[in-house]
């Protein structure tokens, strides 16, 4: 299932972006600001749900047949079908297969909130937490009788050449962030972080994430190491948001290993600028220029695999492209963590392989096992080295 285009429904409904923090938010914001010294690490556990047929993502995402480098952030669709069959609410950040969340969650290093709004008998609770400074994850869940359908769920109707969404009573319609007070929605440009949503195998429980671009540059809305996190929920039928304060903090430390290896192919110069490792993510920060007029290709297909020294590659968290004045394409992409430390990390860009060989859009082609077919380009690989033993005591550092 393709993510959901969170601005795209904005923009259709003709909702408009506020600039000013409403009261009701600020009075809750002011509230838990005194608490955020003190944050609880701890785990959970909860009930056994069954699975649930129809799911949709919310989020500032934006949707691909392949994983690859977008305009605005995207999520991996095999970490997205791996959620689905999660059977265990209070354990998803265990049981899914983000190694860097299964981390978090066996080493203590997810907070557990446990913060909730009740409205018309309907619950919306936030039982779990974790942000390492590159991407917070929290999972949302929902409570309550008189609920038709899950959390997610929606109907598409089709009316001429219009399209609407219908609900049922207890799906969300509308979700938006606020980071110390100033909404996701106030950078409709993509200065921002970006904001996904998973379904799970529990009706009633979506695992959100913002991820926290650093190569935004100036103007961006950033997300400090402790900030204050408003969500604010809208329910079908429900005629009052649930907004929830969330106090986060950081709770891993980090390493930064800078690079600014180059390599130049097809018209196109590809520096590796920085690489981020953190016990849960790694995050690599991409340069592409035009290096010459002959033989360009389109970068805007262009797509990357990361790869330990053992040959394992890594999953696709999120990722985030914007153009500068230069014209040069600025990347951020988000891959799980490292099984262990490796003594070296390769960077393999790689072209999809289209159904029509001679065009640069539509279907993709896929192998015999239904996997996309890739062009992996050589010339443009980037392989550097890593400080194992460094890597190796922040990897333990929360056992």
Do not use: C
């Amino acid at each position: 299932m393709n993510p959901f285009d969170l601005d795209k429904e904005l923009r259709e409904t003709g909702k408009e972006l506020r600039r000013e923090v409403p009261d009701i938010i600020r009075r809750h914001q002011d509230e838990v600001y005194a608490s955020l010294a003190d944050l609880p690490m701890q785990t959970r556990t909860d009930h056994q749900y069954h699975s649930k047929k129809i799911r949709r993502f919310v989020g500032a995402t934006a949707a691909a047949a392949i994983i690859g480098v977008m305009s605005s952030a995207f999520v991996s669709p095999i970490m997205a079908e791996s959620l689905k069959n999660i059977p265990l609410v209070g354990s998803i950040f265990k049981l899914a297969s983000d190694l860097g969340l299964q981390t978090a969650e066996e080493r203590g290093l997810v907070a557990d909130p446990n913060a909730s709004v009740t409205h018309e008998g309907v619950t919306i609770r936030i039982p779990q937490v974790v942000y390492d400074g590159s991407r917070l994850s929290l999972a949302v869940k929902r409570e309550g009788n008189g609920l038709i359908g899950g959390i997610s769920d929606y109907e598409i109707v089709q009316e001429g050449e219009n399209i609407k969404h219908l609900y049922q009573r207890g799906a969300i319609t509308n979700i938006e962030m606020f980071v110390d007070g100033t909404s996701l929605y106030d950078y409709s440009g993509g200065k921002r972080p970006g904001l996904m949503g998973n379904p799970t195998s529990d009706p009633n429980a979506m695992l959100y994430q913002l991820t926290a671009f650093s190569h935004l540059g100036e103007g961006a809305l950033t997300m400090p190491d402790q900030f204050l996190l408003t969500a604010k929920i809208t329910l079908e039928g429900i005629e009052e948001p649930f907004i929830i304060d969330l106090p986060v903090h950081k709770s891993t430390d980090q390493i930064v290993v800078p690079s600014e290896e180059t390599r130049e192919w097809g018209g196109l110069k590809l520096t590796l600028e920085q690489l981020k490792l953190t016990p849960l993510t790694t995050d690599l920060i991409i340069n592409i220029e035009p290096s010459s007029k002959s033989e360009k290709i389109d970068h805007k297909n262009l797509s990357y695999e990361v790869w330990d020294d053992r040959g394992r590659v890594l999953g696709l968290v999120a990722g985030m492209g914007i153009y500068n004045k230069d014209g040069q394409y600025h990347t951020e992409m988000m891959f799980d963590r490292f099984e262990d430390a490796p003594d070296t990390i390769t960077l393999k860009p790689f072209m999809p392989v289209f159904q029509d060989p001679s065009a640069n859009s539509g279907l993709f082609a896929v192998d015999s096992n239904g996997e996309i077919v890739k062009k992996y380009l050589k010339d443009l690989e980037i392989t550097i080295p890593v400080d194992r033993t460094s890597l190796e005591k922040l990897y333990d550092s929360h056992q």
